[in-house]
Nanobody, 124 residues
Framework: QVQLVESGGGLVQAGGSLTLSCAASGSFVSINAMGWYRQAPGKQRELVASINSRDRSNYADSVKGRFTISRDNAKSSVYLQMNSLKPEDTAVYYC??????????????????WGQGTQVTVSS
């Protein structure tokens, strides 16, 4: 059983900063890519940033230079440092983990796991 718990969302003024955290729990064989997605009202869910097992990261063009993704393998956690926030960053942010995990009866399953989302609201 894999669960992702997100924290750090909230209300911030334009130009401010927030740090999102996501802690993954479960009997992992491995955790591969980790990332953050967001979904704004009336829009599709989009990839914000991702980071692979070798700390190689990529970002959506809209957040390059402003957001930084990082991971702590010992804590099975991924973070998103968001600076210079803009109103258009307002969305529900979802943590995503691609992992191989051992299920209750011993089955080894690889898949995408999602958090429930945390709201980020940027006011002008």
């Amino acid at each position: 059983q894999v669960q992702l718990v997100e924290s750090g969302g909230g209300l911030v003024q334009a130009g401010g900063s927030l740090t999102l955290s996501c802690a993954a729990s479960g009997s992992f064989v491995s955790i591969n890519a980790m990332g953050w997605y967001r979904q704004a009202p009336g829009k599709q869910r989009e990839l914000v940033a991702s980071i692979n097992s070798r700390d190689r990261s990529n970002y959506a063009d809209s957040v390059k230079g402003r957001f930084t993704i990082s991971r702590d393998n010992a804590k099975s956690s991924v973070y998103l440092q968001m600076n210079s926030l803009k109103p258009e960053d307002t969305a529900v942010y979802y943590c995503n983990v691609q992992a191989t995990a051992i299920q209750a009866r011993g089955a080894i399953v690889y898949g995408d796991y999602w958090g429930q989302g945390t709201q980020v609201t940027v006011s002008s």
